[in-house]
């Protein structure tokens, strides 16, 4: 691939998700030529695209969007928005992407019907038809396999100008590579926007790759891995951990012949990533394997570390082995589809990270450009890339002391006493990053309490969870179940429940010495 200036910009999509519009505004912000293939094709025929049709057939416009596909990619730095189904025709694709990204820009089909309705300038003969709505779908479901091929940009609910904004920070953000030094297996991470289609290339994979993903995921992304073999879906949800699903993962992959020199790839949140990582530690006494982490949460914190874990119906996470990844390879644009309250629920360990260990962490979560539109926190992905990527390093140094989780590596567990607890008790209805955010305030408190840190602690954390839209206090949970989860936790060392604890803003401490007093004190002054 040359470099960014020479590279074209070749944007895709549906009619209505605003090609022209966009690829007008990223020509004018990187000062560079623009050109609309379909304008091209009707300025140098002088007829407009429905006389082509009429008058020549489609095939011959086939054939002058060929023509002019093979022209432009001849030429270097233009931003190019191309027809509608231009780069449905494989050939083109081939064309265009010689010495050009491209990008697919979509919207839902309620979205594109509303902008199309607005635009009185232009007639779609497409949709031309009683119920133009389910046309646009079904429009939609036989492009989709094409569309998916490419980098996808998500318009719905944004002004162009956010769009461009978007855009520009993927094609300008370079991945960001970290090394870790594990004894058992060196390996990269790797964070960066649109860099899901590489998989293959990037981890240096010659065998059969099998993707383990779940529905929603799989729905968005599953065709944006590039050249992968297999698909392998799990249902949504966390209670899917269970040997029940790996069972039936060992049988899928059994079927499709999957022998030890395939890689298995965990594309998805934390719960695809503890189920494939188990399967990748297990079958065939184990196979290599990759994390592609689509939540904040697996990517600033659990794709690496090497813990994977299934539950069994007695407990949760009671059975697990370390395995350690050969690459993690985190795309940030798959986080424009995570859920809103996802995101946030991830900005507890990112929180966590900078309090543990990187006071400019939290600075950089203080200081971000979020935005708050209708309770979605969100900022630009060239500063979530950037806050992944620090978030990470924090992990990665943890980690690196102390390989074999014996010592250090305790401290990430700042806030997950409470937070398992809160978890157990609530009967799973608080998502982890919400228990972890409840549970970092609890042992700011607890440490107040004990004169291990100073008394203005608590507000500094608490207002930035709040910032990021996390909450603070515990809802309404009894005191003694709680207690008495923390009782029975793995954290417990004999009769001693051992609880990080802050004692700075960059730093915590590992205490062993706590009285159930105190930590009743805390819970009750926390439980609203
Ligand atoms: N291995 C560990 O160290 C560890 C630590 C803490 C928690 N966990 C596990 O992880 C779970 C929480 O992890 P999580 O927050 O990653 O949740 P998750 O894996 O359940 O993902 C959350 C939801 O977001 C969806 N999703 C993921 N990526 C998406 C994307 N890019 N676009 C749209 N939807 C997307 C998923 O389908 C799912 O519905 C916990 O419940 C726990 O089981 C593991
Ligand atoms: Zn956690």
Redesign the pocket.
């Known amino acids: 691939m040359q470099n960014k200036d020479g590279e074209n910009i070749v944007l895709t999509g549906f009619m209505g998700t605003g090609k022209t519009t966009v690829g007008k505004l990223l020509a004018e912000q990187l000062n560079r030529e623009f050109i609309d293939t379909d304008e091209l094709i009707q300025e140098r025929e002088g007829l407009t695209i429905p006389e082509i049709f009429s008058k020549h057939g489609e095939a011959a416009f086939r054939q002058m969007e060929a023509d002019v596909a093979e022209e432009l990619s001849q030429r270097q730095g233009l931003v190019i928005s191309t027809g509608g189904r231009l780069m449905m025709d494989p050939v083109n694709v081939r064309t265009l992407t010689r010495d050009g990204r491209v990008f697919c820009l979509i919207a839902t089909p309620q979205e594109i019907l509303s902008r199309i309705e607005k635009d009185t300038d232009h007639k779609r003969p497409l949709l031309e038809v009683p119920n133009p709505g389910e046309q646009i779908v079904e429009l939609l479901k036989d492009r989709q396999k094409g569309y998916h091929r490419f980098q996808k940009i998500i318009t719905t609910d944004k002004q162009p100008e956010d769009v461009t904004g978007d855009l520009l920070d993927i094609f300008q953000a370079d991945p960001k590579r970290f090394s870790i030094d594990h004894p058992a297996q060196p390996y990269e991470y790797v964070v960066g926007s649109g860099i899901l289609p590489f998989i293959r290339q990037l981890a240096g994979v010659t065998g059969s790759i099998a993707v383990i993903t779940?529905t929603?995921?799989k729905e968005?992304y599953a065709q944006s891995c590039g050249d992968v073999d297999h698909v392998i879906t799990i249902p949504?949800?966390?209670q899917q951990?269970t040997l029940a699903t790996v069972q039936d993962i060992y049988n899928e992959l059994i079927q499709i012949g999957f022998d030890r020199e395939g890689t298995i790839v965990a594309l998805?949140?934390?719960?695809?990533?503890?189920i494939a990582g188990f399967v990748a530690a297990t079958y065939m006494r184990g196979v290599d394997f990759i994390q592609c982490p689509?939540?904040l949460?697996?990517m600033a914190d659990?794709s690496i570390?090497g813990?994977?874990?299934i539950d069994l119906p007695i407990g949760k996470n009671l059975i697990g082995a370390f395995k350690q990844p050969s690459m993690v390879i985190a795309d940030v644009a798959?986080?424009q589809?995570?859920?809103p309250e996802?995101f946030t629920?991830?900005m507890a360990e990112v929180i966590k990270h900078g309090l543990i260990a990187d006071s400019d962490l939290l600075d950089q979560v203080k200081n971000g450009h979020w935005h708050h539109e209708a309770g979605t926190l969100y900022t630009s992905l060239f500063e979530v890339q950037a806050l992944v990527a620090q978030s990470i390093q924090v992990k990665i140094a943890i980690v690196q002391e102390d390989p074999f989780d014996s010592g250090r590596r305790f401290s990430l567990n700042l806030g997950h006493t409470f937070a398992h607890a809160i978890e157990q008790v609530s009967e799973y209805s608080i998502r982890?990053?919400e228990a972890v955010a409840m549970g970092i305030v609890a042992a700011t408190n607890l440490s107040i309490r004990l004169g291990r840190c100073s008394s203005d602690l608590q507000e500094t954390v608490e207002s930035i969870l709040k910032m990021v839209g996390l909450p603070t206090r515990i809802p309404g949970l009894s005191t003694e179940l709680l207690l008495k989860a923390m009782e029975n936790d793995k954290k417990r060392i004999g009769d001693i429940i051992r609880f990080v604890i802050p004692s700075s803003v960059g730093h915590a401490l590992i205490v062993d010495d706590i009285s159930k007093d105190a930590t009743r004190a805390t819970l009750l002054e926390l439980t609203s």
């Open positions: 779940d929603s995921v968005l949504v949800g966390n951990k998805g949140g934390s719960v695809v990533g503890d689509t939540s949460l697996a659990t570390g813990k994977t874990s798959t986080l589809t995570l859920p996802e629920s991830g982890h990053g």
